[in-house]
């Protein structure tokens, strides 16, 4: 599995980045297909920030953790990283057996937390919201969207006509999803 490391404001040295991909590679025993895994390194206000993410056959999971030290910070979005690995595993291999049993169970229980039962999850949409899309870019978007308030802003982008997204991160910045075809 390849791992790529990104520091941000602060630098990596080679023995946690040999710490680093040691412990990345082992999420492999956790979900075979892999493909690549990034960890993002940050430093702001005297706080290190990592983000780790792993291309879990083009399922992408993520994790992001705040800590003082580096290592400790690490640790917390990769442990949080393997949870979210090992649900969409178990997800996976019991997709089959739900659908043509009907009477299976999955629980999942993170670490002391409460178990799910997945074969009776199910969420309530309680509101649905019919929004006209008008073509803008996405300045404009991220304009609009700090005019009503809210965390993310769904638009028509003028240039391509494709519905995008603007959103606002956890740093401040913002971010734009584009789909995929």
């Known amino acids: ?17 040999g710490y680093m991909e040691s412990k990345m590679s082992k999420l492999e025993k956790f ?6 895994s990034q960890v993002v390194v940050s430093s702001r206000k005297g706080k290190f920030g990592v983000e780790t993410t792993a291309n879990a056959n083009g ?5 992001e953790e705040h800590a003082q030290e580096k290592r400790k910070a ?7 990283l393997e949870r979210q690995i090992k649900r969409h595993n ?21 670490d002391g937390g ?22 803008m870019d996405a300045k404009e978007a991220v304009m609009q969207m700090e005019l009503v308030g809210h965390n993310f802003f769904v638009f028509q982008n003028g240039e391509t006509g494709e519905t995008n997204i603007v959103y606002k ?7 734009q999803l584009i789909p995929v075809k």
């Open 1 to 17: 599995m390849e791992v790529r490391f990104v520091a941000r404001g602060t630098e990596i040295d080679a023995e946690l980045k």
């Open 31 to 36: 979900f075979g297909r892999i493909l690549s």
């Open 59 to 63: 399922v992408m999971l993520r994790a």
């Open 74 to 80: 690490f640790d917390q979005a990769l442990k949080n």
């Open 90 to 110: 178990e997800y996976l291999k019991n997709k089959g057996h739900f659908q043509t049993h009907g009477h299976g169970h999955f629980f999942l229980s993170d």
């Open 114 to 135: 409460e178990a799910v039962d997945w074969t009776t999850y199910d969420p309530v949409i309680e509101k649905v919201k019919r929004v006209p899309l008008h073509p």
């Open 169 to 175: 991160r956890n740093d401040g910045n913002y971010g």
